[in-house]
Structures are given as structure tokens and as C-alpha cells.
Nanobody
Framework: QVQLVESGGGVVQAGGSLRLSCAAS????????KGWFRQAPGKEREAVAA????????YYADSVKGRFTISRDNAKNTVYLQMNSLKPEDTAVYYC????????????????????WGQGTQVTVFS
């Protein structure tokens, strides 16, 4: 069974940084588009960032542009989310997602387009 495993979450003061990692259990996932989503208590799941299989295309939610960076290392079958200048409103469970279909500018943020999900990692930012 293919698995996506997130790590790197934690508790950080506002203004601090965290780097999330998402490792896939199968090499085939190196050809999949990868995304990061988050869900805060009482709120809907929202897209954070996505990256094409080659890494050439990246997409970001307006709320994280300039602060977060998504990247991937296909040799390690891992995708990363570098989060800088964290704010309390970034507090959420962060999920890694992957799909074999390349999603574009108008679809990357739709969570139902992704078929594979990790279990999530908690990020808590305090002021």
C-alpha cells in the first residue's frame, strides 16, 4: 500500500520557521504532482502549495506567498514545505497530497483532485 508520511510539524513562536517533509513509500510517486493542504479546527481544508512532478511549476495560496516555499527531491521521493515568518493563523494540521494527474493553475487547489493523502502533521504557531 502506498503511503505518504509527513514530518516536521511542531510548536513555534510567531516569526519562526519550520520545514515539513513528506516521504512517499513508492518511487512512482516521483512522477506525481504533490501538494500541501491544511485544516484548522472548525475550518475547511485549504490549499497551501503545489508542485509539478518536475518541480518546474509551483503554486501558492495568496496567504502564504513570499513566506512558504515548496520543493521536491525526486531521488529521495520527498516533497518539502519551508515555512518562514509563521503567523498564528498558520496553525493547522498540514497534509501532504499526491496525484498522478498534472493539475494546472485552475485546479491545483482543489483537494478532491488528489487521490493520495498523508495522515497530517500538526503545526502550532503562538504569538
Amino acid at each position: 500500500q502506498v503511503q505518504l508520511v509527513e514530518s516536521g510539524g511542531g510548536v513555534v513562536q510567531a516569526g519562526g520557521s519550520l520545514r515539513l517533509s513528506c516521504a512517499a513509500s513508492e518511487l512512482i510517486f516521483s512522477t506525481y504532482q504533490k501538494g500541501w493542504f491544511r485544516q484548522a479546527p472548525g475550518k475547511e481544508r485549504e490549499a497551501v502549495a503545489a508542485i509539478s512532478w518536475s518541480g518546474a511549476l509551483t503554486y501558492y495560496a495568496d496567504s502564504v506567498k513570499g513566506r512558504f516555499t515548496i520543493s521536491r527531491d525526486n531521488a529521495k521521493n520527498t516533497v518539502y514545505l519551508q515555512m518562514n515568518s509563521l503567523k498564528p493563523e498558520d496553525t493547522a494540521v498540514y497534509y501532504c497530497a499526491a496525484d498522478e494527474v498534472t493539475l494546472g493553475r485552475d485546479t491545483w487547489y482543489i483537494w478532491s483532485k488528489y487521490d493520495n493523502w498523508g495522515q497530517g502533521t500538526q503545526v502550532t504557531v503562538f504569538s
